[in-house]
């Protein structure tokens, strides 16, 4: 009987969507099935959401969502649009929080049935060494969608 | 000769206070007729009840009596008998001495007909602020004034010969909604005033013969104390010609502009349609950094 329990856990905790291991530097804070939310010590964060792709969703069509509801509907300014591999996109942006400037950089990941978009939220003087810790993410993420 | 004066004040206290016959008014339809025939009368007031068209407000301007005369370096007595001589006839009559029997005649020389006209409008505009401001442009372009403004309603006089053409330029402001026109025939009030002054002139000419030829001080009281009351009833009714002279010179339009819905014409920035998938609008830094 305990070798089944052990066994349904095991199951159970590899079921979600969500499961990377944190880059270097950040500490997970919240995980679900299509959610999970890492944190750094200098405040900086990073959030995979999951969610199920529809049929002709590729990366394009997600990717030109995203960008208009950020820059055109919630006022964030694109400072850069780059596509990340096959199947995906980069958006990185400015964005007021707290009357202040942060860097908020946006990534799309579309396979064929998964659809994954990472985000990254930091300070300015933190944003290049956390854009790489990010870029890594979403090479591990992009290796699980082939 | 205490006597001859007394009765002379008598005599011309009841000349004075007697207004003259009812009967010869053109208050009335009957006696409006009889005067409508009279040779002098102009036939073109006869149809100037209601003129919409700028033909007619011609018509009008012409059977406006000229507004009260400018005070000019006359001697008071001909000034009084300028202002009714105006009002009569639209000329400058030479001062004469009139006889009390001479001011039934100016009865029947009256030419125009003293018409007060008063307009309200109701127009639909798809900016009223902006209506509002054109329409006392086009008020400065008539010649008249503003009588009053409370935000988007404005009263304004306008001189009574454009009266309908300003009318019918408020109609090209939008959608009229409302439109009242009203006119009051104040003829018999105007000549029922003339005759008493003219009377009243007569009999303060009269009381200054009398004045001058009176030898005791009892009598140069008493005729003074008269030729005071006189005077004032002069200046009153002066007063009295002059305010109806400015109501009819100039018609009172009150206009009101009003916000018209319906087809207003959208002229912000382009409205963008949000994106229907709504999980999308949760991707924010405001949440990412929240939860």
């Known amino acids: ?146 | 000769m205490r006597e001859v004066l007394i009765l002379s004040l008598f005599a011309l206290a009841v000349t004075a206070c007697s207004r003259p016959e009812r009967s010869t008014y053109p208050g009335s339809s009957r006696s409006y007729r009889s005067y409508h025939r009279h040779s002098t009368y102009g036939g073109a007031t006869a149809t100037a009840d209601y003129a919409p068209t700028t033909k007619k407000a011609e018509a009008v301007e012409e059977a406006r009596p000229s507004p009260a005369p400018p005070s000019s370096g006359t001697s008071e007595q001909e000034e009084d008998r300028n202002l009714t001589a105006n009002k009569d006839t639209g000329a400058k009559r030479p001062a004469e001495p009139e006889k009390p029997g001479e001011a039934k005649s100016d009865r029947t020389t009256l030419q125009k007909r003293m018409i007060i006209y008063h307009g309200d409008v109701s127009v639909g505009v798809f900016d009223p602020e902006k209506a509002a401001k054109r329409c006392i442009t086009l008020m400065g372009k008539f010649n008249g004034y503003m009588k009053s403004r409370d935000n988007n309603y404005l009263v304004v006089r306008i001189p009574a010969a454009k009266f309908f053409d300003f009318i019918q330029e408020l109609e090209g402001f939008g959608k009229m909604t409302h439109r009242r026109v009203t006119s009051e025939d104040i003829t018999a009030q105007f000549v029922d005033l003339t005759m008493r002054m003219n009377n009243l002139v007569a009999a303060r000419d009269r009381l200054k013969a009398i004045l001058a030829k009176s030898t005791k001080v009892k009598d140069t009281l008493a005729v003074e104390k008269e030729l005071t009351r006189v005077t004032g009833d002069i200046e009153r009714i002066k007063g009295m010609l002059r305010y109806y002279s400015n109501l009819v010179s100039f018609a009172t339009v009150s206009v009101r502009f009003y916000m018209r819905h319906g087809q207003h014409k959208y002229s912000g920035p382009a409205i963008k349609i949000q994106t229907p998938i709504e999980w999308i609008r949760y991707f924010d830094i405001v949440t990412l950094f929240r939860n």
């Not at chain 1, 804070?29 to 299509?34: C, L």
């Not at chain 1, 049929?55 to 850069?80: C, H, V």
């Open chain 1, 1 to 146: 009987m305990k070798k089944y329990i052990f066994i349904i856990a095991i199951l159970a905790a590899s079921c979600g969507h969500v499961n990377f291991e944190p880059p270097k530097g950040f500490v997970e804070t919240k995980k679900t099935d299509s959610t999970l939310r890492l944190v750094a010590a200098d405040a900086s964060a990073i959030r995979v959401t999951y969610r199920e792709n529809k049929k002709n969703g590729n990366a394009d069509f997600w990717a030109t969502l995203m960008q208009r509801e950020l820059t055109e509907f919630k006022g964030y300014k694109l400072e850069k649009k780059t596509k990340f591999k096959k199947s995906g996109y980069v958006l990185e942006m400015r964005a007021p929080y707290k009357h202040k400037n942060f860097h908020y950089t946006v990534g799309i990941l579309a396979g064929e049935d998964d659809l994954y978009i990472v985000e990254l939220g930091c300070e300015n003087n933190v944003y290049a060494a956390h854009l790489k810790s990010f870029m890594s993410l979403m090479g591990k993420i992009n290796g699980d969608l082939d």
